[in-house]
């Protein structure tokens, strides 16, 4: 009887691990069921989702125009003190004097890719990019302006 | 020699050891002080607060729309539901009422997250056992779920998809598609899972019987979640208190009577079954209608204290605010399921081996940025 039971728990036991050992083998043997991607080496052809939170991007147009009018909204919104706006006052054509954008300070480093900012715009000036390779060797690179130089508000957003 | 100011022999002859705050076992920066006789565990105490990061002070200084996005850093394999846990107190405080397809992407979303955390639980218990083959299989699903998290919510882990009044966006077009297949995915893997770990003669004879708590003792300890109904405590918060439409959908609540490592485990296999379920039921059904209802712009909370509780991967998790009427809250407090949960370690594990209590600690669980908070 104790024998018997001896046995049968060898049995039982070695059955087991075979069982697993099995699957691992499958597996071992059809390399086509790996659903791995071999990044860095797919760079050229990795496409990130379309709604991926990489970064705060603020789009221009080919005429070097952006939609910012610097109304400071997404700096009240960040919960992290990501977004510095640092206005200036513009001379219009009619020689009223009109807020508008000096520069979009955007600390990389503090963001959380909550994407409040965006949702915050009135105006959909700035947008969550697609890029995710942030790495750098001095902090200070994460520092970013956002408005490119000499750029200005499109006409017809208020 | 002192070690915290203390002998690393004690008088009675116990041996101190510290395991972590950096061990692979212990999940993140948990610090355990143990205090061994031979190889049996006498005593443990955790020591906290690696990874205090002030999440509830914080939240203090943000407005209520703002909040939110901390408490994915608590618990970052349920992130999802601790951003629903907070919406859906907000929501009680402002009395919105949520439109019907939000709760369902809510729900959906939610199943989708508690199905990719025991997966990942799944993997690093095989892995906490030595074997190293299950986590790469738990991961290959994983991945699924969170490509479909990353098509509609924007991001893998930390989410903040739950906005008070519903969610940030609708869903992806794509979104119904890649959902199923993702499922029918998952479901010709469970079998696999059985196969590999869950016979496995190793596996049973290190889970079996080791780590045994009462349902009293789980009761009184405040476990919740699988831990608890792993000792055939009822606690399911989506069947006892259910909150965005959970008590129209079918499922059951598994309980497991052996309080030891093994039926924990049962338990969190037996639920991603369920969460499989009650997704089929959703996913063909989602409501048409608005995916947000109607907020200000500022959010303000009437005075008085408001406290919602989410059944997480892990547990029970409240929230529990205090709003003095302005526009941000007076006082957060979450009652996190891992920090009850880690205070029941000590229970389970006295008595045991020190190769065990990495078992124990396996099957209840820890999140340990949840624990500090
Ligand atoms: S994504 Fe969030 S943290 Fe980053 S800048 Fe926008 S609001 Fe701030
Ligand atoms: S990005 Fe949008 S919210 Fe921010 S200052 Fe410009 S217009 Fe205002």
């Given amino acids: 009887m104790f024998l018997k039971e001896y046995f049968g728990s060898i049995y039982r036991s070695a059955r087991s691990l075979l069982k697993g050992m099995k ?41 070097n125009e952006h939609r910012c009018t610097g109304c400071q909204a997404c700096e009240i919104a960040c919960p992290n003190g990501t977004i510095k706006i640092i206005t200036k006052q513009e001379l219009q054509p009619d020689g009223k004097k009109k807020k508008a954008i000096d520069t979009f300070v955007y600390h990389l480093e503090l963001c959380t890719m909550c994407n409040m900012c965006v949702l915050a715009c009135p105006s959909d000036a700035i947008v969550m990019g697609q890029s995710f390779e942030h790495s750098v060797y001095d902090k200070r690179q994460l520092k970013k302006v956002l408005n490119q130089p000499g750029s200005k508000i499109m006409e017809g957003v208020e | 020699m002192s070690l915290l100011g203390e002998d690393i022999v004690t008088e009675d002859g116990e041996f101190v050891i510290n395991i972590g705050p950096q061990h692979p076992s212990t999940h993140g920066v948990l610090h355990l002080k143990v205090w061994l006789d031979g190889e049996t565990i006498k005593r443990i105490q955790p ?17 209520y729309r703002n909040f939110i996005y901390a408490t994915s850093r608590m618990d970052y394999l349920s992130a999802h539901i601790n951003n629903q846990a907070c919406a859906l107190c907000v929501e009680k405080g402002l009395q919105v009422e949520v439109p019907e397809r939000a709760k369902a992407i809510r729900i959906l979303m939610a199943e989708l997250t508690r199905l990719s955390s025991h997966q990942l639980w799944w993997g690093c218990t095989g ?11 738990a991961f290959r699903e994983r991945e699924s779920i969170m490509a479909i998290m990353e098509e509609t919510c924007g991001a893998r882990l930390t989410q903040n998809y739950c906005v008070p009044g519903g969610v940030m966006y609708d869903i992806h077009p794509n979104f119904r598609n890649r959902v199923k297949d993702t499922l029918k995915q998952i479901r010709s893997k469970f079998n696999e899972y059985e196969e590999i770990l869950t016979g496995n003669v190793i596996f049973e004879q290190r ?39 959970y008590e129209k959908l079918q499922f059951k609540e598994i309980l497991e009577q052996g309080g030891d490592c093994y039926a924990r485990y049962m338990v969190r296999m037996a639920e991603m079954k369920q969460s499989v379920f009650i997704i089929e039921q959703l996913i063909d059904n989602i409501p048409e209608g608005e995916f947000q209802a109607k907020t200000k712009m500022v959010l303000k909370l009437p005075k008085g204290e408001f406290y919602q509780r989410v059944e997480t ?3 029970e998790l409240g929230v529990y605010i205090v709003s003095d009427g302005a526009a941000s809250p007076y006082r957060i407090k979450y009652r996190s399921p891992n920090f009850s949960n880690l205070s029941a370690l000590e229970r389970m594990a006295t008595g045991t081996k020190i190769g065990d209590l990495v078992a124990i600690m396996s099957t209840i669980d820890l999140v340990i940025p949840d624990v500090d908070r």
């Fill in chain 2, 47 to 63: 020591h906290l607060g690696y990874i205090h990061r002030s999440i509830e002070k914080m939240s203090e200084s943000l407005s």
């Fill in chain 2, 127 to 137: 892995l906490d056992l030595g074997a190293v083959t299950p986590f790469f299989y």
């Fill in chain 2, 313 to 315: 991967a892990r547990g």
């Fill in chain 1, 23 to 63: 699957l691992t083998g499958y597996y071992f043997t059809h390399p086509k069921e790996i659903q791995t991607e071999e990044y860095p080496d797919n760079r050229a052809t990795l496409t990130m989702f379309d709604r991926f939170k990489g970064e705060v991007t603020m789009p221009h147009n080919e005429n």
């Fill in chain 2, 207 to 245: 889970t079996k019987g080791v780590g045994y708590i009462s349902a009293e003792d789980a009761i009184s300890f405040g476990c919740t979640g699988p831990t608890a109904r792993g000792s055939g405590v009822s606690c399911d918060v989506r069947k006892l208190f259910p909150y965005d439409g």
